[in-house]
């Protein structure tokens, strides 16, 4: 259902309208409507935005206005330019890479963020922004059953990146520095280090050495066994070769839920290796690792309480917009020690007392949004409960879906793990490929591929906010027509 009356057409209530807060109040309320309606209304519009290359730009001026437009022109745009030319992450039958659920309480916050305007870089600058986000994380640490050393008044802590990618590239820099004992901070890195990585890790792995100077020809990916898990003799015999090769093993990037197919590496045995060479264990638990919310499903988590670090993103499955990773340390002074840098300028009594965190310590930038309001929103607006109850509906959702492919005789399923199931057509990858093709082009789902083992593959990944039966039964009848289609 589209909204019956657009922002354009609304009558603006009396106010000054040369009193700049008077107006926003108005303009305000209505992005407040714009939104509830965009969001309500998502089901009737195509997931995939069917817009060629520069058609969105070819609309809109070439040069930026010399004086104000009208509001009610910029809601026009927003209605009939941006949004038909926008894919709908937010839709319920959005199956596609992994979700990017947001939810109400989630774009209060966000909202409330812009709306404060405040830099957290300090604790001086902001201490309600860095206390506040110490303590969510410190909240999540308990209802994810995480080790406690990830607590913020421990020797570890959390803190919230915009991205896992931005979490693996800080993890390598503590690891680089400390495999070459600061040498690297100071003069580069001359030393051969070394990263692992199963075959099916992110590529955020490869640009995190791309960036730090590790280099990308020095991450080994490891071949994976049949669960597409990171193959430990593999992995053994790798250490071994570098290792005598005078090289330096210096992280192993295990990942729980790896973006093709969902795979759990095995972190627990990993973890023995990297103790037996002193190497730094980063766990990437982008999207799956919310799952550990649930009771049932905190096996996820086994070994973590034996990595050096871990991040999961509740941007993706936790009802937070973009952009929220949290990302833990078990010992906060390798990260500090390579992330911190005290220009004069930002000096003050409360860094010197050593008795405060202040965050630019432990990310790449230097100034930093409010981000904590946006997950206390949602932390305290939901509450678990409801977030263990959506993060098990998913997955009973995926099941079902599941079940449905093993039944029908076009399709093979390749698996399910958690939230995400991976399938394929029996007549082979171009059969494949077709089928995703005209199930996107109809635009009322959207699901991605991988290549797994050099073939192709569909995922379909539950995990929107409002998925429910009815959507599942649209994404059965595409998959269907699509199938029947080709003949
Ligand atoms: N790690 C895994 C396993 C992922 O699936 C993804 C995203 O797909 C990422 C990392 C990157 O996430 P971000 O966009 O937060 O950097």
Redesign the pocket.
């Known amino acids: 259902m589209i909204a019956a009356m657009t922002n354009a057409e609304r009558p603006a209530p009396e106010h000054d309208p040369t009193n700049e807060m008077d107006a926003w109040r108005h303009t305000g309320r209505q992005a407040v409507d714009w939104i509830a309606d965009y969001l309500e209304g998502i089901e009737a519009r195509r997931v995939q935005s069917d817009r060629s290359p520069g058609e969105v730009r070819a609309m809109l001026p070439n040069f930026a206005p010399e004086t104000p437009d009208s509001i009610e022109s910029v809601w026009r745009d927003m209605d009939e330019i941006i949004v038909p030319g926008l894919m709908n992450w937010q839709s319920p039958t959005f199956f596609g ?2 979700p990017a659920n947001n939810s109400p309480p989630s774009i209060l916050g966000e909202f409330l963020s812009a709306g404060l305007g405040v830099q957290g870089m300090l604790w001086s600058t902001s201490p309600a922004c860095t206390e506040l986000e110490s303590l969510v994380l410190d909240w999540l640490v308990e209802l994810m059953g995480l080790p406690a050393t990830f607590r913020t008044d421990q020797v570890g802590g959390g803190v919230i ?8 590239l800080c993890a390598m820099i503590a690891a680089r520095d400390r495999a070459s004992q600061g040498q690297a901070r100071t003069e580069g890195t001359r030393q051969p280090l070394v990263v692992y990585a199963s075959s099916d ?4 792995v490869d640009k995190a050495a791309m960036i730090c100077g590790i280099g990308s020809q020095n991450v080994r990916h490891m071949a994976v066994n049949s669960l597409r898990q990171m193959d430990l003799s593999v992995l053994q015999s790798q250490l071994e070769s570098d290792l005598a090769a005078g090289r330096i093993p210096t992280m192993v990037v295990a ?5 093709a197919t969902g795979a759990i590496d095995d972190v627990r045995a990993i973890a023995d290796l990297c103790q037996q060479h002193d190497i730094w264990l980063h766990v ?5 690792g919310a799952a550990a919310i649930c009771p049932e499903f905190r096996w996820v988590h086994e070994g973590v309480d034996r990595c050096d670090s871990y991040c999961f ?1 509740p ?2 499955w936790l009802l937070v917009n ?2 929220c ?1 949290c990302f833990y340390v078990r010992d906060r002074k390798w990260l500090t020690r390579s992330l911190s840098i005290n220009p004069e300028y930002l000096r003050n009594e409360a860094t010197d007392s050593g008795q405060v965190i202040d965050y630019r310590d432990w990310q790449i930038p230097l100034g930093r949004r409010f981000r904590a309001l946006k997950l206390w929103f949602v932390l305290r607006l939901y509450g678990a409960k409801h977030l263990r109850e959506m993060v098990t509906d998913h997955c009973a959702m995926a099941e079902q879906l599941a079940e449905w492919i093993r039944c029908n005789p076009s399709l093979v399923l390749d698996g399910r793990q958690l939230n995400l199931l991976t399938f394929r057509h029996v007549d082979g990858d171009d059969a494949s490929a077709a089928l995703l093709q005209r199930m996107n082009d109809a635009g009322r789902v959207f699901l991605t591929h991988a290549k797994v083992a050099d073939r192709f593959i569909l995922r379909a990944c539950v995990g929107q906010r409002t998925t429910s039966g009815r959507h599942l039964e649209t994404l059965r009848s595409e998959l269907q027509s699509a199938i029947e289609s080709a003949g």
């Open positions: 890479y992994f990146q915009d991205s896992a990618s931005s979490a693996t890790a992110h590529s955020s990942t729980i839920g790896t973006t990437d638990a982008a999207m799956m993103n941007h993706k973009f952009d990773d």
